[in-house]
């Protein structure tokens, strides 16, 4: 029984599941836009400084036979965004938009499913806007449909962040997420309407699919993994006797709820240093610009200079609204950085409340000001959290995930066929 894995643009999430089905002997092909091998063309075009992103997207070197591609539309996304071009990667309606990319893989993915009889083919994984054409094909070919969704039901994020609009409207361009079209909306729908098993990274993101107003299939919370643990650190904050530095990355949205961080840190003033690493994805918003020229600002870093950063900061804050897992909370605990986020994140999942990091209402800046001003009465706990932070990681690596993804999609295919559903 063997599944075929679907994602256009790839990430860590995607990297571990792909690895961990086809470590299982389950994985029938692995589809997407760009992959990058050790030693391969895709490889040495990726060392030249303007194709550098290609590297980003390299995979498991045992992953090359496994894999089919379709490049140029992606490719074309990606240089578009660097010339400028801001009018072929506009959303939805883009020449080279993402959307358009996970539509035009869906379709290919959809045609290889109808091209003929795929040998011990039993399931198609695919992801949240690029699932709904292979579905349908796989329907009606009789294979299972694994849908994975990243982020919490949109129904949900609007009932959420309609009020965000209407408590900070001057932070309304940011929230792109409620700019979706009807059409894209259906299609979401449609996608959980054909699934036969639905698989989410936290608690948060199972408990959003309460709001489908449809009959749900299964919901499998399958937590992702934490990067590799870091050198022991140090805590140096009340030793010091400096400003407490705290550290946010991320998308520079609403939805990650950066404004209620802004306003924490103008109130506290001199007694934090407030580090935003992060990029603008939205239309020109003047809160955002006018809170960011009062901060260190960074607006890109690479993988590992954002864990080297966090190893030099005293506590990560990620008061998101709305998030379907939250990688940065991982990374952070990992290098002994303990977390402030929100219920609304993996949060509860991973961290103990005043253990090894912290627990805030989302929307609420008067709970965040109390957690940092904890802190800075009490800077110990800082580096009790952060020690319990690294030990919680190392209990989780991303093999973990792998392993456990690969053990509930090869038992829901075996449950599947000795049910022997008609499809």
Known sequence: MKVILSHPTGNANVRAA?????????????HTAIASFPDTGMDRLGSLRPFSELRKRTFDQALQAHTRMWPWLEMARLFSKKLGFAGLTKHETGLFSVDAVYRAQDRRTASCLKSGLKPNLKGIYAYEDGAVYSFEQAKASGIACLYDLPIGYWRSARKFLELENERRPEWAPTLNILKDSEVKLARKDKEIELADCIFVASSFTADTLRDFPGKLPPVKVIPYGFPPVGAPRDYTFH???????????????QRKGIADLFEVADKLGTQVELTVVG??????CPALDSALAKHRWIPGLSHPDVLKLMRETDVLVFPSLFEGFGLVITEAMSQGTPVITTERTAGPDLIVDGKN????????????QHAVERLLAEPEKIEIAGRNAMEAAGLRPWSAYRSELADAVSNFLLTDQENGKDR
Request: aromatic share 8%.
């Open 18 to 30: 792909a690895s961990g089905l086809n470590d299982r002997g389950i994985l029938y092909e692995f």
């Open 239 to 253: 030793k010091e006797k400096r400003p407490l530095r705290l550290l946010f990355v991320g998308g520079l949205s």
């Open 279 to 284: 990029k603008s994805n939205s239309l020109r």
């Open 357 to 368: 990091g912290w627990l805030i209402k989302a929307g609420c800046p008067e709970a965040l």
